[in-house]
């Protein structure tokens, strides 16, 4: 059985909490950190380990075992701090290292120190935003580095009913369905002849362009 990502967040402000309580309830391992005590209290019957301390301290990030996460989350606010707590994640030896930034500048120094995604919450909000009010059927919308785009939309009418391979949406779209949820499941890599019901979203992924050809036949 493949191994479970695990995760480490620093920062349960709304962008960290909101990351850490989905990445929970789908099941991840999530080590949690906000140096603010109500915060930590509010969240501890939500979050399985979740921490009071200061995430730009080696010491804590040591005794939370931050070190072994797969992935680390840092959503601090304060500029120092997030820097700190990122060269300390990267000398750990953490994979992939997410940090959200405060402004351009935040991004710039984030990028020289070696954080593997920046986010821009505010930024990308607003793209997200606009692509929903034009095409009602996207729910989410990522554009990533390299010209990715991953998008969740709603099950275009006429693939109800119908399979992946009916599809063969790699070779006719170019793109690739990650996961399809159905009410409260998430199915992750879906097999091939999953049949795609009413009421099921998509997530996709491509190159810009073939995403929105798909969304583009969205109603």
């Not at 953490?94 to 351009?104: N, Q, S």
């Not at 607003?126 to 996207?138: D, E, F, K, Q």
Request: net charge negative.
């Amino acid at each position: 059985m493949e191994q479970k990502l695990q995760f480490f967040v620093a920062g349960l402000g709304r962008f960290g909490e909101s990351v850490a309580v989905t990445l929970d309830q789908m099941g991840y391992d999530v080590m949690a950190m906000d140096k603010d005590e109500d915060v930590v209290q509010d969240l501890s019957d939500q979050l399985g380990y979740v921490v009071c301390a200061d995430a730009s301290d080696e010491k804590n990030l040591n005794a939370i075992g931050a070190g072994n996460a797969d992935v680390a989350v840092v959503a601090i606010g304060d500029l120092s701090a997030s820097l700190l707590t990122t060269l300390l994640l990267k000398d750990m030896g953490v994979k992939r290292i997410v940090v959200k930034a405060l402004d351009e500048l935040h991004g710039k120094m984030l990028q020289k120190i070696g954080a593997d995604k920046i986010i821009y919450s505010e930024k990308e909000m607003g793209i997200r935003v606009a692509h929903n009010l034009t095409s009602p059927g996207i729910v989410d919308y990522i554009e990533m580095n390299n010209n990715i785009t991953v998008v969740t939309i709603h099950i275009p009418e006429d693939w109800i009913g119908k399979t992946l391979i009916d599809l063969d949406v790699r070779r006719k779209y170019h793109i690739t369905v990650v996961a399809i949820r159905r009410q409260k499941e998430n199915f992750i890599n879906p097999r091939p002849d999953m049949v795609m019901q009413a009421g099921d979203m998509l997530v996709i992924l491509g190159d810009t362009s073939s995403v929105k050809e798909i969304t583009s036949r969205l109603d």
